[in-house]
């Protein structure tokens, strides 16, 4: 297979109270804020019309790549593979998780249900839409 490179900038970063990931579910359960840089702004016309978005975000304090993984960080479950997981152990350490919007003011979302820690990169946010996001019925 040939390498190639692929280089993205991030449109901004997360605000959280979370620095480490030692607390999965209160992390996930908090509110946290998608702080992007003013370029953006225009960028965000309209997305207010959506309760949810889609995050996806440079997982940058990854431990690196693992084949298999315990889910969840607990090795009472048998390890897996890794794309069967959600661990942060990916080939390519990008993060994906669906928000709730709370409310957007300038350049700042403020989001419910973002599992990603403060200072994360952002790569892209795209509203959630059930038609095009959820498997048919």
């Keep these: 297979m040939t390498e190639i490179e692929i280089v993205y900038k991030p449109i901004g970063f997360v605000e959280s109270d979370f620095k480490h990931q030692n607390e999965p579910e209160k992390i996930r359960n908090s509110e946290s804020a998608l702080l992007l840089d003013e370029i953006y702004i225009p960028a ?17 304090r990854s431990p690196g790549y693992a084949p298999k993984v315990h889910p ?8 897996r ?17 669906v928000v709730e919007v709370l409310e957007i003011s300038g350049n700042r979302i403020r989001v419910k249900y973002l599992d990603a820690l403060d200072g994360t990169p952002i790569l892209d946010i795209k509203p959630y839409e059930k038609l095009f996001d959820s498997p048919p019925e």
């Design 81 to 97: 593979g890794v794309l069967s997981t959600r661990s942060p152990c990916r080939p390519n350490p990008i993060g994906l998780t």
């Design 72 to 79: 969840h960080g607990d090795p009472n479950i048998p390890e």
């Design 44 to 60: 965000l016309d309209g997305l207010l019309r959506f309760k949810h978005l889609i995050v996806l975000y440079h997982i940058d």
